[in-house]
């Protein structure tokens, strides 16, 4: 049963969270400590103080509710997804993931170009958000995009596209593992390629500078990835308690992983970062970390389109993805990084579109 869903925070969460904010207990910060410690102490305060007493949930909550929410259970999870049909009675259905840390709140501003050609369906990943806490071991990348076919099933879409960065493009390209049949194609503006010393490929330069990139990654773990993936309970007992730990955690890969030049804005990472606090999803969202290390990768077989953006964790090398993947189509942006919908929403939403007509167009 497919049931309407309207975001309304209980005014006490509001409270609390307001209460904690303003008994934080800060740390001190070394002189001139910059960013070689972690998160600048004076912008964290910054952003904390306006999350206290500048940032208005209220408004963006009435903002979120002209989206037409819905939520369904699919294999005993509460799924939470927004379906925006096109005017177009005849488009194609458009399945777009979000990642960690992000949220269906990365696809606000590419819904409207979008639409103009596409049914939309946004879901949010078991264990994030308003699809609620995970319950039970399993929900991994392949598990979801199971997950994603029975839902594009009960809307009644037989033939469907799927887009995602980060966890998005894992769970898109999954989809298309899954359901062959029913996904025309799938885009992805994050799509890792791990070095092969034995595929005898000439690289370019510029690809062996991505491949060292790759390896640098590879070699040092990020600290964040790191604890989720080992013990996503334990970092999710700080997160769920503070909010400025919450802020912390989250703030810091949006600051380090976007385009400077393409900024999100302070209010639209605090609604994001809002909520996990307000769904208290923190832990079972890190646990997808975990997750997908336990479940191999299964191969795509359908049409794989690409972005690629220069701020991003890292960039794709091309005769390395076409080992894998059918690719149809592959794009370097100029601007943006890890963020795309809302670094580029326009750029994002164009390159998606034009992939997608252009699969259609070849039937």
């Known amino acids: 049963m497919i049931k309407p869903f309207r975001i309304d925070i209980p005014q006490t969460d509001l409270d609390d969270l307001h209460d904690r904010l303003s008994r934080t207990r800060w740390p001190n910060e070394v002189t001139d400590a910059g960013w ?23 408004a963006h909550e009435a903002e979120l509710n002209e989206l037409p929410h819905f939520t369904t259970e699919i294999e005993g999870q509460n799924i939470h997804f927004v379906h925006v049909r096109s005017a177009n009675p005849d488009a194609l259905a458009l399945v777009l993931t979000h990642g960690w840390p992000g949220s269906f709140l990365e696809f606000l501003d590419v819904i409207e170009p979008l639409a103009r050609d596409f049914h939309l369906v946004i879901p949010s990943i078991p264990g994030y958000g308003f699809s609620g806490p995970t319950h039970e071991r399993g929900w991994d990348v392949l598990r979801i995009a199971r997950a994603w076919a029975e839902l594009m099933h009960r809307l009644g879409y037989e033939r469907y596209g799927a887009q995602g960065g980060d966890f998005g493009s894992g769970i898109s390209t999954a989809l298309g593992a899954v359901a062959p049949e029913q996904v025309v194609g799938v885009h992805v503006n994050y799509l890792p390629t791990r070095p092969d010393p034995d595929a005898g490929l000439e690289l370019s330069e510029k690809d062996e500078a991505r491949l060292d990139k790759i390896r640098q990654l590879m070699a040092n773990r990020p600290p964040y990835q790191a604890l989720q993936v080992a013990t996503p309970q334990t970092i999710g007992y700080a997160l769920t308690d503070s909010p ?43 646990r997808l970390h975990h997750d997908a290390t336990l479940s191999g990768i299964a191969p795509c077989p359908v049409p794989l389109g690409v972005a690629v953006l ?20 592959w794009s370097e942006f100029e601007r943006g990084g890890h963020f795309a919908a809302m670094e580029v929403p326009n750029l994002l939403a164009e390159d998606i579109r034009v992939f997608f007509l252009k699969l259609l167009a070849a039937g």
């Open 36 to 58: 070689d410690y972690g998160f600048p102490l004076a912008r964290l305060k910054e952003l904390a103080e306006h999350w206290r007493t500048g940032y208005d949930w209220r």
């Open 244 to 286: 400025v730990g919450q802020l912390a955690w989250i703030a810091e890969r949006f600051a380090q992983w976007t385009d400077p030049r393409s900024p999100v804005s302070d209010d639209r990472i605090l609604t994001d970062i809002s909520l996990y606090w307000l769904t208290a999803t923190a832990a079972s969202s890190a």
């Open 310 to 329: 220069p701020y991003d964790i890292t960039q794709s090398v091309r005769p390395l993805a076409e080992r894998l993947y059918d690719i149809r189509h």
